[in-house]
Structure formats: C-alpha cells, structure tokens
C-alpha cells in the first residue's frame, strides 16, 4: 500500500529493509500475485509536477522544532493514553527529542492496540510494525503503564497534574451497529468482534462462535469484511503458522463454513475495501459474483473514470460466476442487498434482504451473521465529544471547547479518536505527526503549565491505585513467554487471552518483586 515517488527517491534501497511490514520490494523481484502493482504505482503519480516537495513524514524533510527547555522549566513530559500505532508514533516523535519523557498508558496489560488485537493472523507482516514500536518502548525516557484504565484509575486532572498533556490516542473502540430486527440473536455480531476473537483479546475470547453452519454473511464490504471472508475460508494449517488464538484454531478445524456471503448495498464502483486488499484475496481464495452482479460490474466500468475504481472493476470482472462446484471454501461479493431482518427465533438462522434497486425480497441462510459497517469513538471523560462525527473535538490535534472553539489547556489527540476512522495503520504516522507539532509548539510558546509533582509521586499515586499494574519489564516478560510458547509448535507466538495469566507472565520478570518499586527505580536512575 505505500507508493515510492520516483523523483524523491534517491535509490538508496534501505527503505527495502527497514520498512517494518515488508511493503516494499524491488520491481524485479515481485511474485506473480504482487504483479498489478506494478501498473497501479506507476499511475498513481501520472502527471507529477517536477518541483513537488518531499512528504512531511520523509526523514529528508524539515522535523518539528524542538522542545526548548527554558530557564527553570522542567523537560517537556507527555502522558499517552492508549498503546496503538498513533501512540507509539506520537512516542516516537517525542523521544526523538532531548529530554523529552513520555509515559503511555493502555488499560490492557499489553501493548499496541488494533496491531495486536485487529489485524488478521494471516497478515503476519503487517504485525511486524511492532518491531518499531518495542524500539520505541526501549527508550530510556519512555515508562509504560499498562493494566491502568485512565477514567477509573486514574483521572484526566491527576494525569495532568503530573504531565505538561495528555495525548489521547483511544482509536474507536466501538462498533456502529445496524438497527434491524433479529439483531442481537444468538448468531450474529460484528466482524470486529470476530478478529478480536480469532486474535485472543481477553474481552472476547469467551465469545460463543458458531462454524457448524455452511455459510456465514457479512453486511458490509470494507477491508475488515475481507479480512473475516478471508480468514474464515483459510485452511486451518495455514493458520496453525501464525499467532491466531488456540480456541479460535481449534473451532477452525471443526468448520463446517463452505460460503462466506460480502453484502453490500450499494454497487460494485462502490466497494468500500481498497484495491491491494481485493488484489490479495483474490490471489489466495476462490472469490465469486452472482451473474447479475457480474453484468453491473461490466455496466460500470463503461462509465467509471477514476483509475483506483477502474482497477477495482477490472479485478472483479475477472471473478467467476459460482456455477462450478467449489473445492474448497469460497468467498461470494454480492451486491445491490439492503439487510431488512435477521431470520431466525432462538438463534440466526439467516437474513432477510431487499434488493435495493427494485424492493424485491431476497433469503439466504446463514448460521452466522455479522455486520462490518464502520467504527466510532467513544466519550472521554472530562473532554468534549462530538456525538455526531464520534470523535474528540480538535484543531490540528488540540482539544478544543465546542462551545466557545478555544484550545483546552493541556489536552490533545490523535488516530481515529482525533480524525475519525479512515486510513490504515502508517495514515497514523503523518496524523500523530501533525500532533506532535502542535504540542511541541505549544510548549515552546509556554501554553503548557508545569506538573505539580515529579515522575515518582505519579508511579507512586498508580501503584496504590493499581497494584497489578504492568510495566515495561512486565510487558516483556508476558511477550518472551508468548514467543516461547509459540516456538514449540512453530508460531511466532501464543497469547495469553485471560488477564490473570497475562499478570501472572509479567509477575516473572526477572527484577524486582513490586512493579511499583521497580518503575520507581528506573523513574529514579533516568
């Protein structure tokens, strides 16, 4: 998904190396599934003018000005809340600077969010961004404060009070939900929820998934739907390779799912997934249209200009029809379907459509139904809330007060908490970027009022509040056991999905007994 801009790269090849989810491979040595990217990078930049300006991200652009330690000011300290990629972006923009501390707080007692519990086991590379953030974690200004929920722990004022700001860096933990009847049955529930499963989050790994039924829909066609259509057609030895949770690869081997159904409602030049993600489903699983759906995907490509779309329709113009009997699990893209009921008395047993170009009914049976038709932010407390675009309002990543447009003090955001949910997982490194910028600046112009008490006086107040608090060295314990488990049957990790045993990993850190007094020790000798 990254594009290389020709006339800025100085084909240095260590971007090849470095790129922490392998996305970028000389054009020499593609395989045949990696081949339409060719043509499609060498159109994204058709008529690009000779003096366009590096990225904002390159590293061979201007950085932010640096945080100025004035007479009697103490360096510059942030509280991060939440561990995802836009915290460990906004981290790693801090601490490149001299002084700066940064202490991220995640109420799971591990780390780095969606990286973790939202992207589907099968897409290991992508995973391996973590490399970048435990770099991050290594830094000897940075604390983590894991298992500590901000808002039952602790506060926004006793965060602030012991930081110059706050970062909020939530994403949008919640589902937007499709108000039809039958929803709610046993049976259905959200792709969201499902990858949260499959990947061992501790609040879904009880979830009672059904697989003995032959199909599954999916309403909704974004890259999630994909990724659930995906991993439910995999072969289970496939997934044995990856990190994906126990139970969910035990229920895998007793799959009965021979049809996972995408439904969308609106047409094929409207798909909501992207292009690299249709490209690489289809290169891997049989995917299939319905005849007619077929005929409107040719009716648009007469008429669609834009070039991603086009490749997207060109793509599905290629899909078979489904008429041939399918080998193995396959995935069906149906289009034009309006869900109406989910069908069913005691547990899902289908879902009830209208065709949305003419009324007409439409059944399909399924024993699991799920929707994946968006996210949305979730109220801070003690921050403003847009309820209407689900996000904290903000001005370049400061909080502002909706009701008189002004900054609040000390309070900022970013991700999808700040701009809503779009992008992928790097869309966060510019928007953490833009983040950082305004708070550095804000620092510097002296906006920003000191903490009231030292670092240690906070380890102390979340010590006592939380005495299962995870540091660092306990967050590495819980990953070393993980890795460990997984190297005896050729994984690269077996999660913990319960809490306490996750505690009980990082308990075993070979330092200290108290957590509390081993984050003292480190908040001491830094």
């Given amino acids: 998904m990254l594009y290389i801009d020709p006339v800025a790269c100085v084909d240095c090849g260590a971007c090849v190396s470095a790129c922490p989810v392998g996305a970028i491979v000389p054009h020499s040595k593609l395989d045949a599934a990696q081949l339409p990217f060719v043509e499609i990078n060498a159109s994204f930049y058709p008529d690009r003018p000779a003096d366009v300006k590096l990225p904002p991200t390159s590293k061979l652009a201007p950085v932010i000005p640096a945080a100025q330690v004035r007479t009697r000011r103490r360096p510059l300290t942030v509280a991060i809340v939440g561990s995802g990629p836009a915290a460990m972006y906004a981290a790693d923009e801090l601490l490149v600077q001299q002084g700066v501390r940064v202490n991220v707080f995640e109420k799971l007692p591990t780390p780095f969010g969606l990286v973790r519990a939202g992207v589907a086991p099968d897409h290991q590379h992508t995973k391996h961004v973590t490399r970048l953030f435990d770099r991050v974690t290594e830094h000897r200004r940075f604390n983590f404060y894991l298992n500590i929920e901000v808002g039952r722990h602790v506060s926004h004022a006793e965060l602030l009070a012991h930081h110059h700001a706050v970062?909020?860096?939530?994403?949008?933990?919640?589902?937007?939900?499709?108000?039809?009847?039958?929803?709610?049955?046993?049976?259905?529930?959200?792709?969201?929820?499902?990858?949260?499963?499959?990947?061992?989050?501790?609040?879904?790994?009880?979830?009672?998934?059904?697989?003995?039924?032959?199909?599954?829909?999916?309403?909704?066609?974004?890259?999630?739907?994909?990724?659930?259509?995906?991993?439910?057609?995999?072969?289970?030895?496939?997934?044995?390779?990856?990190?994906?949770a126990d139970h969910a690869l035990r229920a895998f081997r007793k799959s009965a799912v021979r049809e996972v159904v995408v439904a969308a409602r609106r047409g094929p030049a409207h798909s909501a997934f992207t292009l690299p993600e249709l490209i690489g489903l289809t290169s891997a699983r049989e995917v299939v249209l319905d005849p007619e759906d077929q005929r409107w995907v040719h009716a648009d490509l007469a008429s669609v200009s834009d070039p991603l779309t086009r490749h997207k329709l060109e793509v599905l113009s290629g899909l078979g029809d489904g008429s041939a009997p399918a080998s193995r699990p396959r995935i069906r893209l149906a289009y034009g379907l309006t869900p109406q009921r989910v069908a069913g008395e005691r547990r899902a047993a289908g879902v009830e459509f209208s065709v949305t170009a003419t009324g007409a009914p439409r059944h399909l049976e399924a024993g699991l139904v799920l929707t994946s038709i968006g996210y949305?932010?979730?109220?801070?407390?003690?921050?403003?809330?847009?309820?209407?675009?689900?996000?904290?309002?903000?001005?370049?990543?400061?909080v502002v007060d909706p009701?008189?447009?002004?900054?609040?003090?000390?309070?900022?955001?970013?991700?999808?908490?700040?701009?809503?949910?779009?992008?992928?997982?790097?869309?966060?490194?510019?928007?953490?970027?833009?983040?950082?910028?305004?708070?550095?600046?804000?620092?510097?112009?002296?906006?920003?009022?000191?903490?009231?008490?030292?670092?240690?006086?906070?380890?102390?107040?979340?010590?006592?509040?939380?005495?299962?608090?995870?540091?660092?060295?306990?967050?590495?314990?819980?990953?070393?056991?993980?890795?460990?488990?997984?190297?005896?049957?050729?994984?690269?990790?077996?999660?913990?999905?319960?809490?306490?045993?996750?505690?009980?990993?990082?308990?075993?850190?070979?330092?200290?007994?108290?957590?509390?007094?081993?984050?003292?020790?480190?908040?001491r000798s830094s």
């Fill in 376 to 398: 949305r932010g979730k109220l801070i407390r003690d921050l403003p809330f847009d309820e209407a675009a689900a996000v904290v309002p903000n001005d370049g990543g400061r």
């Fill in 403 to 523: 009701g008189t447009g002004l900054p609040v003090a000390g309070a900022y955001a970013a991700g999808w908490i700040k701009r809503g949910p779009t992008g992928f997982i790097g869309t966060n490194k510019s928007c953490s970027f833009q983040t950082v910028q305004a708070l550095v600046a804000d620092f510097n112009a002296g906006k920003l009022t000191d903490p009231a008490a030292g670092p240690t006086a906070l380890a102390e107040l979340v010590a006592a509040r939380q005495p299962d608090l995870v540091d660092s060295a306990g967050w590495r314990a819980i990953d070393a056991a993980e890795v460990a488990r997984g190297t005896v049957d050729g994984r690269p990790r077996r999660k913990f999905t319960d809490v306490a045993d996750m505690l009980a990993a990082a308990a075993a850190a070979p330092q200290e007994p108290s957590r509390g007094r081993r984050l003292l020790a480190r908040l």
């Fill in 167 to 244: 970062l909020y860096a939530v994403g949008a933990p919640d589902d937007r939900r499709l108000d039809i009847e039958g929803m709610g049955l046993p049976g259905t529930g959200t792709a969201t929820e499902l990858v949260a499963w499959i990947n061992g989050h501790p609040q879904y790994a009880t979830l009672p998934i059904d697989l003995s039924h032959e199909r599954v829909v999916v309403i909704g066609n974004g890259n999630v739907a994909l990724d659930v259509a995906r991993v439910l057609t995999a072969d289970p030895d496939e997934l044995a390779r990856t990190d994906i």
